[in-house]
C-alpha cells in the first residue's frame, strides 16, 4: 500500500522542505509513498480546503519543526491541531522531524518520537545528508 505523506512546515523553511522532498525521492519511485505539500496547490483551487483536504486523507503528516513552525499561526494552530487530533484517534502518524534547536520537547507533539535520532536537529549533524538518511530510514520503518 502506499502512504501519503503531508508535509507541514513553514514557508520560512522552504528550503528544509525541499531537502526533505530530495531525500525521500527514491520512495517515490519505488511507489512506496506519495508526498504533498502546499505548493503543490493548483491555480485557481481554494488552498485553505485543499490544504485540510490533504491532511485529512494523510496516512502519514510530517511536522517541520523550528521555531518558524511554532511561530507559524497557520502551522501551529491549523496543521499541528489537525496533526494531532488525527493521532489521538488512531487515524495517523504523527512525525516530528526536528530542522533547528528550539523548545519542541514542550509542544503537544512533543509526546511523539521524533527525528532524527533522539530528536537530534538537522542542522547539527556535521554531515547534513547523514540527519536525513537517518529520517528516511525512519519512515521506511512505517512503511515497509
Not at 62 to 87: P, Q, T
Not at 109 to 117: D, M, N, Q, R, T
Request: net charge negative; glycine share 4%; proline share 3%.
Amino acid at each position: 500500500m502506499k502512504s501519503k505523506l503531508f508535509i507541514s512546515y513553514s514557508h520560512k523553511d522552504s528550503d528544509f522542505k525541499d531537502s526533505f522532498i530530495s531525500h525521500i525521492k527514491l520512495l517515490e519511485r519505488q511507489g512506496k509513498l506519495f508526498q504533498w505539500h502546499d505548493q503543490m496547490i493548483d491555480s485557481g483551487d481554494e488552498w485553505k480546503q485543499s490544504i485540510l483536504d490533504n491532511i485529512n486523507s494523510a496516512n502519514i503528516i510530517i511536522l517541520l519543526i523550528s521555531v518558524n513552525f511554532i511561530n507559524s499561526d497557520f502551522c501551529w494552530g491549523i496543521e499541528m491541531e489537525i496533526a494531532m487530533k488525527r493521532h489521538e484517534n488512531k487515524e495517523a502518524r504523527v512525525i516530528p522531524i526536528i530542522l533547528r534547536p528550539c523548545d519542541w520537547h514542550t509542544a503537544p507533539f512533543g509526546i511523539l518520537k521524533a527525528l532524527p535520532i533522539d530528536g537530534k536537529p538537522i542542522i547539527t549533524w556535521n554531515i547534513i545528508d547523514e540527519g536525513w538518511l537517518n529520517v528516511v530510514n525512519g519512515i521506511k520503518c512505517l512503511i515497509f
